[in-house]
């Protein structure tokens, strides 16, 4: 269970003190074994009554991006990716996917074939992406007001999970927070998200 620590004030850059207090979240479940090597990735959750932030952070060398419309497949890129059901009481979950152009793949599903893309754009979700020779860093803001739009609320314990990727690299790597146990790579699988907890 990860636990989602409330901070007073809104996250303005990367390196803002209030990521300092945020419990970490290592990426590192490999559940399947052709693809056992995955770069050391990392995540890192905060909220206050505006919304949800989230810190994704990964030491991957090379990075592959090519992909810069929004709901292009990031997947195939260097990848980091949030997936949260934010009611319990509602099957449906948000499947947020990132490249380190910061391009954004936004859907609103119960599964991988049944996509509603909201008219939202990375903008709105104050989508930073930074790069440098040691590290790429993503961060977002998911507003409840999103989330209560489309869900009609959010409860106290959400689900889901934190995934890295890269589907089309010489290094091909899937690694997941919590584990989904499947016979093929597959993150659209909420039977196997797991518990997100706001404090």
């Excluded at 810069?68 to 949260?84: G, H």
């Excluded at 440098?132 to 998911?142: G, M, P, T």
């Excluded at 999103?146 to 890269?166: A, P, Q, R, S, V």
């Amino acid at each position: 269970m990860y636990i989602i620590k409330k901070t007073e004030n809104n996250i303005g850059s990367i390196n803002d003190k209030a990521w300092d207090s945020a419990n970490v979240a290592n990426i590192d479940t490999i559940n399947w074994q052709e693809f056992g090597c995955a770069p050391k990735t990392t995540g890192k959750l905060l909220y206050n009554d505006y919304g949800i932030y989230v810190q994704l952070e990964t030491n991957e060398k090379p990075l592959l991006a090519r992909y810069c419309t929004q709901n292009d497949l990031v997947c195939c890129d260097s990848c980091m990716e949030f997936f949260l059901r934010p009611n319990e009481n509602d099957l449906r979950y948000l499947n947020f996917e990132f490249n380190p152009f910061g391009t954004m793949y936004l859907g609103v599903r119960t599964s991988f074939y049944d996509p509603v893309l909201p008219d939202k754009d990375k903008e709105y979700f104050n989508v930073t992406s930074y790069v440098d020779e040691k590290r790429w860093v993503l961060q977002f803001c998911i507003p409840f007001e999103f989330i209560d739009e489309i869900f009609g609320g959010h409860t106290k314990t959400i689900y889901g999970n934190l995934y890295k990727c890269c589907e089309e690299s010489e290094k091909i790597h899937y690694a997941t927070y919590y584990p989904v146990i499947t016979e093929e790579p597959d993150y659209h699988r909420p039977e196997f998200f797991g518990k997100f907890v706001l404090e």
